[in-house]
């Protein structure tokens, strides 16, 4: 899930692809370097909202999100809240295509303008994200029932 907002300029040195950056890659699709195609890789985002309008911003994301998991190359979603920071979410996608394939083709949908154009006024900081590589299945573990009854 992405902003767009205008990018500020990305670093000139090529960080490595766990480098957090900030701004906005829909508006400047470049990655940090050129990733090799593994089976899958994440991308990991933080943005900062207001405490009193978190609220509006989940109501916002929910339809997106609804959309971006029923896509066949999202493999993996899920949003998290800092308990000390109520203004500061984060979530987590994990794609079966690559980074560039993400960039070209799914952050470029149409589904996502409403949404950037509601959220970006709320962000308190500039959002952060990282494309990270997965190490590879072992390393990799999903319980069955994740969220405990």
């Avoid at 909202?49 to 978190?54: C, D, K, M, S, T």
């Avoid at 971006?68 to 190359?73: F, G, K, L, N, S």
């Avoid at 203004?87 to 303008?113: A, C, H, M, R």
């Amino acid at each position: 899930m992405l902003q767009s907002s205008q990018l500020p300029v990305m670093p000139t040195a090529a960080p490595s692809s766990s480098t957090t950056l900030t701004g906005n890659p829909l508006t400047n699709p470049t990655l940090p370097r050129k990733m090799p195609f593994t089976p899958g890789w994440s991308l990991h985002v933080t943005v900062y909202i207001a405490p009193e309008n978190v609220d509006r911003f989940l109501a916002a994301f929910k339809p997106v999100f609804n959309k971006v998991v029923a896509e066949p190359e999202c493999l993996f979603f899920e949003m998290y809240q800092s308990p000390q920071e109520p203004g500061k979410i984060s979530w987590v996608e994990n794609w079966s295509k690559s980074p560039e394939w993400f960039l070209e083709n799914q952050v470029t949908k149409d589904y996502y303008k409403e949404y950037f154009a509601v959220t970006e006024a709320m962000f308190t900081k500039p959002r952060e994200f990282q494309f990270l590589e997965r190490v590879g299945p072992e390393y990799f573990m999903v319980k069955d029932q994740p969220f405990a009854q």
